[in-house]
């Protein structure tokens, strides 16, 4: 079971990024999945959350209007828009599956000018 993340860079403020979490070795339809983000030195926080078929998203207040979690479940492959970027949303973001609490890696976005 793998869950890899990719789309993390350096991108100004203002800017925009796509994250993409790509699922392996399950079926990533059958289960809920949320994107988290950690600041060094700092709990993790939750970002989004989605579940198994897509229909329903929640955002953490601070991502409003700003981020959308979405899914295409037939390439098992989680995303995250994030636009108007802010230097305060730098962290690593990690995406997790509710299949056995399983956890990507994470890809590090920097939004610095």
């Known amino acids: 079971v793998q869950l890899v993340e990719s789309g993390g860079d350096l991108v100004q403020p203002g800017g925009a990024l796509r994250l993409s979490c790509v699922g392996s070795?399950?079926?990533?339809?059958?289960?809920?999945m949320d994107w988290y983000r950690q600041i060094p030195g700092k709990p993790f926080e939750l970002v989004a959350q989605?579940?198994?078929?897509?229909?329903?998203?929640s955002y953490a207040d601070f991502v409003k209007g700003r981020f959308t979690i979405s899914r295409d479940n037939t390439r098992n492959t989680l995303y995250l828009q994030m636009n108007s970027l802010k230097p305060e949303d730098t962290a690593k973001y990690h995406c997790?599956?509710?299949?056995?609490?399983?956890w990507g890696r994470g890809t590090q976005v920097t939004v610095s000018s």
């Open positions: 997790f599956s509710y299949f056995r609490s399983y």
């Open positions: 070795g399950f079926t990533c339809s059958d289960y809920g």
């Open positions: 989605i579940s198994s078929d897509g229909e329903t998203t």
